[in-house]
């Protein structure tokens, strides 16, 4: 799993993780390094969102996918969801995970990835319900299947729902890695 290995960018600007059994394209898919701040809301609202074009992918990728999240010191949750959509905006979107913050929790980092099955359509991911810290620890769950067209244009969003409007969440990054 990315972040518990060695990788260098080579001389053809890709990332080579050592010892050398794959490699990373460059550059990412998807990365905001401008910290987003959202506050005044109670209702899910969208707060980022990139444009995946179609033909990104191909069969047997691994997609890669990081957020690091932040929020006020306060016993609020404040849930932070990740989707893939095909249009730009929260209706109908499937949900590739969630993260909630409370006041025991302020700072966390959201990692996933989606494995592409032999195909661009056929995917497979850890359960977007499957808690952060059980996925990154070790749990007993079982992968999801999804059938995310991959061939026409889509949208990674990321929402905010905070319980308070006086809240104040953050996503401090967001990145992708593309793995073929």
């Known amino acids: ?17 050592y ?12 990365k905001q390094n401008t ?3 959202h506050t005044g809301a109670t ?4 707060i980022f969102s990139q444009l995946i074009p179609a033909g ?15 929020a ?7 849930a932070f969801r990740v989707y893939i959509n095909n249009t730009d905006d929260l209706t109908t979107p499937l949900q590739l995970g969630i993260l909630n913050l409370t006041s025991s929790n302020l700072m966390a980092a959201f990692d996933r990835q989606i494995i592409f099955k032999n195909s661009i359509s056929n995917q497979e991911m850890v359960s977007n319900s499957t808690s952060i810290s059980n996925y ?3 749990g007993n769950f079982s992968p999801t299947a999804l059938t ?14 905070l319980a308070v409007g006086t809240d104040t969440a953050y996503i401090y990054g967001i990145k992708s890695l593309l793995s073929r």
């Open 1 to 17: 799993m990315i972040g518990y290995n060695s990788y260098t960018i080579n001389k053809s600007g890709y990332m080579v993780q």
């Open 19 to 30: 010892p050398n059994t794959e490699t990373i394209t460059a550059p990412s898919v998807i």
């Open 35 to 37: 910290t987003i701040t």
């Open 43 to 46: 209702a899910e609202t969208k």
């Open 56 to 70: 990104t992918f191909q069969a047997n990728d691994w997609l890669y996918f990081f957020m690091q999240c932040g």
């Open 72 to 78: 006020t010191s306060n016993g609020n949750n404040k």
């Open 136 to 138: 990154l620890t070790g």
């Open 148 to 161: 995310i067209d991959f061939t026409a244009n889509q949208y990674f969003v990321v929402s905010c729902q």
